[in-house]
C-alpha cells in the first residue's frame, strides 16, 4: 500500500510539469500555467464557494484538488482536442486508485463531479471555471486579444451555475488583476 501511495504522489506532482492546452488557443507561452497550479486554485475558490452556497465544503474541495488528476497520463485535451480523441477517464481512474488506501471516497468524488448531477459537482465545476475566466482576465489584462475575446458577451459567466460564482465572475471583470497588492492595507506597514 505504501509503495502505491507514493508513486501516486509522484505522479501527482507531474502535473506541475504539464502545461495546460489553451496555450495553443490563447497564443500564449505562459509555462507558469500548470495543472497543479490550475487545480490549487479551483480548490481554493471551491472551498469558498461551497461555504457561501451552503454545500459540503469537504466533497468540493475533494473535487476540485482530484478533477483534473487523470491528466498526469492523459494530459490536458481542450473542446476541440476532445472532439477527435477518446480519453478513457473512468480507466485512468480506476487504474490510479488501485491499491491505494481510501481510494473507494475518491472515485465516488471524482466520478460525482464528471457527472455534475449534485449541487457539490456544480459547484466544483463554477470554480474550475472561475480559474479560467480569472486566467483569461489576466491574460487580457496583459493584452492578449485572443484571450480577451473568450470574455466578450459574459459567455464564460453564462457558463456558471452557482449565485456566488456569477457574481464573482461579474467582479472578476471589474478587478485590476493586481488590485489586491496594492489597497490600502490596515494597520502599519512593515519597515
Excluded at 491499491?99 to 475518491?106: A, F, M, P, Y
Amino acid at each position: 500500500m505504501i509503495r502505491r501511495l507514493t508513486g501516486f504522489f509522484y505522479e501527482i506532482g507531474t502535473l506541475r510539469k504539464i502545461a495546460r492546452s489553451h496555450r495553443q488557443t490563447l497564443l500564449t507561452d505562459d509555462l507558469s500555467d500548470n495543472i497543479a497550479s490550475h487545480s490549487f486554485r479551483t480548490s481554493a475558490i471551491g472551498w469558498f464557494l461551497a461555504k457561501a452556497e451552503k454545500a459540503d465544503p469537504y466533497k468540493v474541495l475533494l473535487m476540485c484538488t482530484f478533477h483534473d488528476v487523470g491528466e498526469s497520463r492523459s494530459g490536458d485535451q481542450n473542446w476541440i482536442n476532445k472532439k477527435y480523441l477518446k480519453v478513457f477517464e473512468d480507466e485512468i481512474t480506476d487504474n490510479q486508485m488501485e491499491n491505494v488506501r481510501e481510494s473507494g471516497e475518491l472515485k465516488t468524488v471524482i466520478g460525482e463531479y464528471q457527472k455534475r448531477e449534485t449541487v457539490e459537482a456544480k459547484i466544483a465545476k463554477d470554480a474550475d471555471l472561475l480559474d479560467q475566466i480569472l486566467l483569461l482576465r489576466e491574460y487580457a489584462w496583459k493584452g492578449n486579444q485572443e484571450a480577451a475575446m473568450w470574455l466578450v458577451d459574459n459567455e464564460q459567466e453564462k457558463r456558471l451555475y452557482g449565485s456566488t460564482a456569477k457574481k464573482l465572475a461579474r467582479e472578476i471583470m471589474t478587478q485590476n488583476p493586481s488590485w489586491w497588492w496594492n489597497f490600502e492595507w490596515s494597520g502599519e506597514r512593515r519597515k
